[in-house]
């Protein structure tokens, strides 16, 4: 995956083609509908050695006309097919109308709500073609619980674009109530994963990704390459040049500062330390309270031990203008003394004054942002702030509370606009943790980092994980990158790490791990 789309993004791609004359719409149901029958023989070679019985789920759309060039191909491969409607066939779109008159000449259309459990005994296959990307209204219960017996016969669950009920902006179930818990086997879509895709429940219900070229890709080139390529949504990725170390000595790579808790307290700080240094920052300091010293130089070899009581031994500090990178938050505190080392981190400012400096602000001093309407106004384009869901809801609670609510219709509100907003409203970076992490600017400029299908990586719900990747961001920082991309390449190496490591992974794995995992992607 490299971008991922909307809705209407698709459905403009898709309309430039047909309007320009490069192809129609039955032709790109045509191809869609080939692209999901080779993508299940793909998946299951099984399928395609000899006949089986298939069972196709169509709605009242395009999606539905997917469904019957599906049938249709099925059955000429030799399948016993049944091809059940949801809606009305007078009532369908053009081209999903003329294969439904195909798939007539060939087989019968039943009513969905004549379907009962014995129609999926021994199918191969059931493919889910009910409701597409453009779903805009909440899903009966009934639909979900056809999907459900399908899943419950033991039969393969296919979705062609993305599994009936999410939306594909949001990956949010949309619903008044009634959800039955499904999952696909296998989804297919076209040409591009859907934001949907990667967050929320599309993200743990579609299963195996399979994306079909189906002959867009020069307007797909043109829009993600356009003007407006700020709003098409990336996968977070890793600069593999900016990652190489060039001549230099250790300042040539940046001095990053870590600020560490009391005595007992350390552990987070010296987490994000480790995660700074092995990332490739030149120098790293860990800066503490002076009776968190002992301790701190106990644990500490490459890492730097400097002692730092409060916020004006912490401005003091920072006149060194070699340290570049200051990070704050891991097991820090929330006191007084905190909240006066937050405000002289948010008061630093480059040799010339001016120029702000770079900084993440993690855990403890999201909470002390959060308590604290001026240090939040203080916030500038030099920050990352990389808060969970719930640092996320003492930050910005409206904008939480909205994410929260239920989605009833779609687009539904997601964790992109969520992101979105959050970044606008901070004037800094806002990287929002999770399994579909989301990073975002205050310009709209976005990426995601789905932990999802054959990425996805549980283990990385262990404590220390999220300080080792603020860490990550500070050394990035440090060797010079701006923080959208310091933000989205931490985000990437950590994910890699976990996925590296596997099961059984702690928080101190990650930094240990990191240098394979740049060797494998050849830096």
Request: charged share 20%; aromatic share 4%; hydrophobic share 45%.
């Amino acid at each position: 995956m490299t971008e991922l789309l909307t809705a209407a993004q698709m459905r403009a791609i898709e309309q430039t083609a047909i309007s320009e004359g490069e192809v129609t719409g039955l032709d790109l149901m045509e191809r869609a509908g080939r692209g999901v029958v080779q993508a299940i023989f793909d998946e299951w070679p099984e399928l395609k050695a000899t006949p089986h019985r298939a069972v196709v789920l169509c709605g009242p759309g395009n999606n539905g006309g997917d469904g019957f060039v599906v049938a249709r191909l099925l059955r000429q491969w030799g399948w016993d097919v049944r091809a059940f409607l949801y809606g009305d066939a007078g009532r369908l779109p053009p081209d999903a109308r003329a294969n439904h008159e195909r798939w007539r000449a060939l087989g019968s259309v039943e009513p969905l709500s004549a379907l009962d459990r014995s129609a999926f005994t021994d199918a191969a296959v059931v493919i889910d073609a009910l409701f597409g990307t453009g779903l805009s209204r909440p899903v009966e219960q009934a639909v979900w619980a056809v999907l459900a017996m399908a899943q419950q016969a033991g039969a393969r669950l296919v979705a062609v674009d993305i599994l009936s009920g999410i939306c594909a902006d949001s990956g949010r179930i949309i619903s008044l109530g009634g959800f039955v818990e499904t999952s696909a086997a296998l989804t297919v879509t076209f040409e591009r994963a859907k934001l949907g895709h990667a967050l929320a429940d599309g993200a743990m219900l579609s299963g195996r990704l399979c994306i079909v070229p189906i002959g867009l890709e020069g307007q797909m080139n043109a829009l993600c390459g356009g003007s407006r390529s700020d709003d098409i949504v990336m996968v977070a990725q890793a600069p593999i040049l900016r990652l190489r170390k060039a001549q230099g000595h250790k300042y040539t790579h940046g001095h990053a500062l870590v600020l560490s808790g009391p005595a007992g307290r350390g552990g987070a700080a010296r987490l994000a330390a480790r995660g700074a240094l092995r990332i490739g920052a030149g120098l790293v300091t860990v800066g503490c309270p002076p009776e968190a010293s002992a301790e701190n130089a106990a644990r500490l070899d490459a890492v730097m031990l400097r002692e730092v009581a409060d916020g004006p031994a912490l401005a003091r500090t920072l006149e060194d203008g070699r340290i570049n990178a200051l990070c704050l938050g891991p097991g820090m505190g929330t006191g007084a003394r905190e909240a006066g080392l937050v405000a002289a981190a948010l008061q630093w400012r480059a040799s010339d004054g001016h120029s702000q400096r770079s900084l993440v602000l993690d855990a403890d001093a999201l909470t002390i942002l959060s308590r604290n309407p001026d240090l939040f106004a203080a916030l500038h384009t030099g920050c990352v702030l990389t808060p969970h869901f719930g640092e996320f809801a003492r930050l910005f609670p409206d904008i939480a509370e909205r994410l929260a609510a239920p989605a009833t219709e779609g687009p539904a509100y997601s964790k992109v606009d969520a992101t979105r907003e959050a970044a606008r409203r901070a004037g800094c970076v806002v990287l929002f943790k999770g399994p579909d992490t989301v990073i975002a600017e205050p310009s709209g400029r976005c990426a995601v980092s789905p932990a999802c299908f054959d990425r996805s990586a549980p283990w990385l719900a262990t404590g220390g994980s999220g300080d080792v990747l603020a860490g990550f961001i500070t050394g990035l920082l440090a060797r010079g990158l701006l923080p959208f991309d310091a933000a989205c390449t931490g985000a990437r190496l950590h994910l890699e790490c976990a996925l590296s490591f596997g099961p059984g992974l702690i928080a101190e794995d990650l930094p240990e791990t990191l240098p394979s995992v740049l060797r494998s992607l050849g830096v």
